[in-house]
């Protein structure tokens, strides 16, 4: 077997791959948050996968039928992960990307909370340390933008983090039930679109009609969302959850990366040192193994 054949074989390869993946969905959601508003953005997103998994997977004969416990998981799953892309999106939308990308992505930090009450085992030492050292990293991030709307915005990218690891752990529970990965990403996508699509019909403010630049822009958000997400998905069927869950902090690399490159925005000393603490934090909850009671 091949070198890359082997990796194929792991979870933190796909994990890897769908970071790189959730980091260039954000550049345009980023791009397209000044035509778009959240509902909009969160719609367009979920359809295309939503359309594209449907029209690859369904002529080859395969069932959307699940069973009543799978069904329960994937309508968690779905719910809480499409609340988190809401806030996600605006938390993208009103702040810099890295910024944003950084707070969901403390959703390893509460992943370890979630998963100790799940399983409910006592987290080592190691990972309440991390939790607090995440969340040092967190005030140190939010503490050059003190106006009320860039709080509103952090706590919005906050509160995504929290819910992403309800849904984190949605898909890791699907993967080890013998799910396949687009029958999870497709109800995960049926969800969203239909609540984003809801949601898009309750705003005040009219639709936006997008011209053909702003359409290549949704549909290439649509392309990376759907394959982070089976990417993702994979990852965490594969591998096992804290460690592939604390590889998601790679995004938040790509993401500091993309956003220096795109719009020239380094930081400043005191926002890297927050986004260097909450990476930390996140593979050092990761790293280590809950304690059983």
């Known amino acids: 077997m091949s070198l890359f054949e082997r990796c194929k074989q792991s979870g933190p390869f796909w994990m890897v791959l769908a970071g790189l993946s959730f980091a260039i969905m954000g550049v345009f ?28 997977v369904l002529p080859q004969g395969q069932t959307l039928k699940v069973a009543g416990p799978q069904l329960r998981l994937h309508l968690t799953r779905s719910i809480s992960g499409f609340l988190a892309l809401m806030l996600y999106f605006y ?11 950084t707070l969901n992505y403390t959703s390893p930090i509460f992943f370890v909370l979630v998963l100790s009450l799940h399983r409910r085992a006592w987290p080592q030492w190691q990972q309440a340390a991390s939790v607090g050292l995440g969340f ?13 709307q860039a709080w509103l915005a952090g ?6 983090g929290m819910l992403a690891s309800i849904a984190y752990l949605g898909v890791s ?22 609540g984003a699509g ?11 009609q997008p011209n053909w630049h702003e359409t290549g822009i949704l549909l290439a958000m649509g392309i990376a969302a759907t394959l982070a997400q089976l990417a993702m998905t994979r990852a965490y069927r594969k591998g096992r959850s804290l460690v592939v869950v604390s590889l ?3 995004t ?42």
């Open 198 to 208: 809801a949601w898009m019909l309750l705003q005040s403010q009219p639709l936006h």
């Open 173 to 194: 529970e699907l993967g080890k039930s013998g799910e396949p990965e687009w029958r999870t990403v497709f109800y995960f996508s049926l969800v969203s679109t239909l």
């Open 136 to 148: 040092l990293g967190v005030t140190l991030l939010l503490q050059p933008t003190l106006n009320s």
């Open 155 to 160: 706590l919005m990218g906050l509160g995504s």
């Open 248 to 250: 998601a902090y790679l």
């Open 29 to 56: 959601v980023k791009l397209g948050s000044a035509q778009f508003s959240t509902a909009e953005l969160v719609f367009y997103r979920c359809a295309a996968g939503l359309l594209g998994i449907t029209a690859v």
């Open 91 to 101: 938390a993208i939308g009103h702040l810099p990307l890295a910024t944003a990308v």
């Open 252 to 293: 938040v690399v790509f993401s500091t990366l993309f956003t220096w490159l795109w719009w020239g925005e380094a930081g400043n000393g005191l926002s890297l040192l927050g986004m260097l603490i909450v990476v930390l934090a996140g593979i050092w909850a990761g790293a280590t193994r809950l304690q059983r009671q």
